[in-house]
């Protein structure tokens, strides 16, 4: 195996480090939760706030093309998804995406009233389908989960829609999106996919799989920021028939004609409902830049590299035999972060955070590592698992302070 510095050397990706604020002395494993902040990203939110709103105020929705923001930033996610123009429009949250997207694919698919989706699943994903069936009746929708290895053989007649995430949160084991979405179609199933983990850090190709819908979320690989909007694929063969349940003001045809009937616009503009919120999608715009000039597949490839690297060394240091990999090693089997399960997952995690290495835990007992390639170099992997070793060396995640309960995790 060649060392960290050998591979930092012939790392087409180094040089992307500088495009980012990094507090010194951290080594950031976390970007799969919340990103770092681009540069570019400080500059356009304090663009927007002294110069646009403050001084240009609301001329800025014309003169700044605010009204446009959802889908000009839909258009700059669109490559990193695999899709043509005019399917990506960026708005709300995932959660609310998909609330729009399951009633959208329910009404598509009359006489069938299931979505099927894992167990393991994002509880948002359940939970939203969970609020569907009790808004519409069970007798319309109707949620059946299942584990990972039984999703094909319940793909029936009965199943309306599958909803599934393409890399689990936990695990992230990764679902193969065009098989299954060739299986679902060929027994009349819709197939939504989740891509909170994928977008930015996987090649995607969503209209070459015949894809027929999608969400994903700006702040992990995006590194939109804290809260910044998700954005929703509809591919175009469906638009012209859909019918999303929160039928605001901006996804009418003619917003500005302040009509009493909604008539929805014919396009992907239809999944629009309220203002968007300007701020936030602006530094997401921003941010989006880091990717204009870099491949997918060098990201994708890095990401691999960084993780195998990790989990090499994890697996060579007696010291860290206490730790259980929880993720596939396969890489076709997996998305851009590793889980490793120990029973004091929560502790070793906050000892580490105080030692400078940022990584996240995940109830019960995982710890979560994410291979964000952006901004990580091999040299921070070497430093990351040579203090993780240490603090289950000297048992440095027994002391009280880390193990007090935040708020979030
Ligand atoms: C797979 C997945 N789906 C959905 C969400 C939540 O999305 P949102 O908070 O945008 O609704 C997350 C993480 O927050 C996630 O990991
Ligand atoms: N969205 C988050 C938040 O508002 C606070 C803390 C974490 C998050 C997350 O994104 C969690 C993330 N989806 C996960 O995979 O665990």
Known sequence: ????????????????????????????????????????????????????????????????????????????????LGAGPGQVICCDSISVNLFKLLAAALRLNPGRNRIL??????????????????????????LVTVAKNEIESAL???????LLTQVNFRSGYAHDIQRMTELAHAKGILVVWDLAHSAGVMPLELDRWNVDFAVGC????????????????????????LHQPIAGWMGHQN???????????????????????????????????????IAIDDVREKSLGLADFFALRVAQAPELSSLKLASPLDHDQRGGQLAYEHDHAYAICQALIAEGVIADFRSPNILRFGFSPLYLSYQDIAVATARLGKILATEQFLQPEFNRKNKVT
């Open 156 to 162: 029936g007649e009965d199943i309306a829609v599958l």
């Open 117 to 142: 989706s894992q167990q393991d699943n994002f509880p948002t994903d359940l939970y939203v389908s969970q609020g569907l069936s009790q808004l519409l009746g069970h007798e319309n929708c109707e």
């Open 1 to 80: 195996m060649p060392s960290a510095e050998e591979l930092d050397a012939t790392d087409p990706l180094r040089a992307k480090r500088q495009q980012f604020h990094l507090p010194p002395g951290t080594i950031y494993l976390d970007g799969n939760s919340l990103g770092p902040m681009p540069l570019a990203a400080r500059e356009r939110a304090r663009e927007v706030v002294e110069q646009q709103w403050a001084a240009d105020l609301i001329t800025s929705w014309n003169q700044h093309a605010w009204i446009d923001l959802p889908e000009t930033v839909g258009e700059k996610i669109a490559p990193l």
């Open 218 to 241: 700006g702040y992990k690989y995006l590194n939109g920021g804290p809260g910044a909007p998700a954005f929703l694929y509809a591919a175009k063969t469906h638009q012209g028939e």
């Open 255 to 293: 917003p500005f004609a302040f009509d009493s009937e909604y008539q929805a616009s014919g396009d992907i503009k239809q999944f629009l409902a309220g203002t968007p919120p300007i701020l936030s999608m602006s530094v997401l715009d921003a941010a989006l830049s880091v990717y204009s000039d």
